[in-house]
């Protein structure tokens, strides 16, 4: 898709009495503050006693005779301003005017003294040629401030209000989205093909009676790719694409977010068939406020626009409308009733296949060694979105380029995974050789706990380097495959795994000295025997009972009780004993193992990485001689 320019109509020109008013004002300040002299400098007339007065007062600096009137024009001060002055000949010879000129040394005798210039050129001087100027800036200065702040305003124009500043993208078969640049989301593709093949051939659902969805809304957490979603769909179809962010219409002013909204449909209307991709529509769709205090009437305004716009326009042309948000819930009902949003469209994190799809799609882009294992590193990456993905490519590509490769190795790619979870290493860090030896043993706490159970993921790195994130050291489990559920033993099981650190150290180091490196540990535990007891029902006490609701379900699933105190005290107590149970599992398992525990760990303060298979080849005893301690 290629960016072009929005319709905006250009600046509106300012009439020119808006400039000559501006100028007039600052003219006629100018001339009564800074140049007042402008305003007096006319000829004044006066007698010939005056003229001699003023000489005896030393008021006139210069005199000049005109012949061809028989007057005199001289210079004299006027309230502290010069002037120009003119008299006539008193009827005698004119000695006393020279006698008195003569005791006047500083009285300068001029051949001629410039008098007022002609009234035309006056006016055009001093009115005109400023009006212009004055014009001339303004004219200059609108259009700079206009394209600035063009290109910091989200809505563009600082002054065109009212207009939607939607990006409008055109097809291009050359550098245009499709389906093929999204991977991993193929049940979200299914869902859009209808979009696009009513797009390609509007006339085989009219013909029958089908209607084109008004609206499509794409749900799920962030970087999953709706937004790539939406621009393939306008790449498959070859449609022009709008696209603006649900913020973008929120203004300081009230009515302008629904003044964006009827003109961006007015510009949908214009280029149809196209589609129209709001973003974040959370932004302007969030539920009315049914108590009536307190309310956003902006806000509100532009929703209840934009519900009529959606009513109002005509499906039949091929106007669709995506949307994207990671907050369904908070949307009002009547945006999601059927003639609006007709189809809701879930796009999750990927699977496996997902995941593996989605490495392959952005490693297109950088040269990577043949033998990569991609399954592993999907694996490796359970949970992880597209972007998080997308993301852990580059960062592969980027630590090539500081070994001085250029090729991509597995190694950089499962460091980029280690670097995206838990940070880069700092290799800086200065850690005591006691904090290390706690690391080690904490670490293989961890790992031993997880081996010595069933239905426990294989335990794949166990490393003690420092992360920028703040851990000292860390454990990574792998499924082997792709697990949708868990059972209550494997719930279990990972809560002991997860008090397996703390074990080691209370067993090697003393319940006195304990450290605080397994806060996060206890934070995870905790976090999973809540949800046993009051989401998935684990216990008898309860039984199938939700206790709990979670609220952005895609946004990390922030939960609230939803019972009553003593409730949520007998919980408390549910929490506590499934902790300490699995704690003292976790200990008793390390106590049965614990010659393997210091054997493992003094390999691991020795080696300071290394793989699952190394740590289960000492386990089991199979290590090599040349790892042998």
């Not at 600046?11 to 020119?16: A, E, H, N, Q």
């Not at 006490?541 to 019972?563: H, I, K, R, W």
């Not at 005290?569 to 008793?588: G, P, Q, Y």
Request: net charge negative; charged share 25%.
């Amino acid at each position: 898709m290629q960016e072009v320019k929005n319709d905006n109509p250009s600046l509106s020109k300012r009439p020119f009495i808006f400039y000559a008013v501006i100028s007039f004002i600052v003219i006629m300040l100018l001339n009564a503050l800074v140049f007042p002299s402008m305003l007096k400098r006319s000829v004044i007339e006066v007698g010939y006693d005056k003229f001699l007065e003023m000489i005896d007062n030393d008021e006139v600096k210069e005199v000049s005779y005109d012949e061809s009137s028989g007057q005199f024009i001289f210079i004299g001060e006027s309230d502290k301003y010069p002037a120009i002055y003119k008299t006539v000949i008193w009827p005698d010879d004119g000695e006393r005017l020279l006698q008195q000129l003569r005791e006047h040394p500083d009285i300068e005798f001029r051949a001629e003294i410039p008098t007022q210039a002609s009234p035309l050129l006056s006016f055009i001087l001093t009115w005109i040629l400023p009006i212009l100027f004055f014009f001339i800036i303004g004219e200059v200065f609108y259009k700079w401030m206009g394209k600035k702040m063009k290109n910091q305003l989200p809505g563009g124009n600082a002054m065109s209000f009212g207009k939607s500043g939607a990006k409008i993208y055109v097809a291009d078969s050359k550098t245009g989205v499709t389906f093929s640049d999204v991977a991993g989301q193929d049940e979200a593709k299914d869902s859009l093909i209808e979009v696009v093949d009513f797009l390609h051939s509007p006339e085989k659902y009219t013909s029958v009676g089908a209607k084109l969805p008004k609206g499509v809304l794409l749900v799920g957490p962030p970087g999953t790719g709706k937004t790539l979603l939406a621009k393939a769909v306008a790449g498959e179809a070859q449609v022009p694409f709008f696209s603006i962010s649900g913020s973008e219409f929120v203004e300081m002013f009230i009515g302008m977010g629904a003044a964006k909204v009827r003109d961006l449909f007015k510009q949908a209307n214009e280029k149809a068939p196209c589609i129209v991709f709001i973003d974040e529509i959370d932004a302007i769709g969030q539920k009315r406020n049914t108590i009536g205090t307190g309310s956003n009437d902006e806000r509100e305004q532009t929703l209840n626009q934009l519900l009529a716009e959606m009513d109002g326009f005509d499906g039949q042309k091929g106007v669709v409308i995506l949307a994207a948000t990671n907050r369904p819930e908070s949307l009002d009902p009547a945006l999601l009733r059927p003639g609006r949003f007709d189809r809701r469209i879930p796009v999750e994190l990927p699977d496996l296949a997902g995941r593996k799809a989605i490495l392959k799609v952005h490693a297109k882009k950088i040269p990577a060694a043949d033998n990569v294992d991609w399954d592993v590193l999907a694996r490796a990456t359970s949970g992880a979105s597209g972007a998080e993905l997308a993301n852990i490519i580059n960062e592969a590509a980027l630590r090539a380029v500081r070994e001085g490769r250029k090729i991509v190795l597995q190694e950089d790619l499962e460091e980029s995974i280690e670097t995206v979870i838990a940070g880069a290493q700092r290799k800086s860090a200065v850690i005591s050789e006691k904090e290390k030896k706690i690391v080690a043993y904490h670490e293989i706490g961890h790992a031993l706990v997880a081996a010595m159970q069933t239905h426990s993921a294989p335990v794949t790195k166990i490393t003690i380097i420092p992360r920028t994130s703040g851990a000292l050291g860390y454990t990574m489990q792998v499924d082997e495959g792709e697990h949708m559920l868990m059972s209550k033993n494997e719930i279990l099981n990972k809560i002991a795994t997860l008090t397996g650190g703390r074990s080691a150290e209370e067993i090697v180091f003393g319940e006195d000295n304990i450290t605080t490196g397994a806060s996060n540990d206890i934070e995870q535990a905790t976090k999973l025997a809540r949800a046993m007891i009051t989401r998935y029902g684990m216990t008898d006490e309860f039984g199938m009972v939700a206790l709990e609701t979670t609220q952005n379900q895609y946004l990390g699933g922030d939960t609230s009780l939803a019972c009553a105190a003593d409730t949520a005290s007998k919980i408390d107590e549910r929490v506590i004993e499934t902790v300490k149970n699995a704690h003292d599992k976790a200990l008793k398992i390390l106590r049965e193992n614990e010659d393997k525990l210091h054997k493992l760990s003094a390999y691991l303060l020795k080696k300071e990485t290394i793989t699952g298979k190394e740590f289960m080849d000492l386990l089991e005893g199979r290590e090599s001689d040349t790892d042998t301690l």
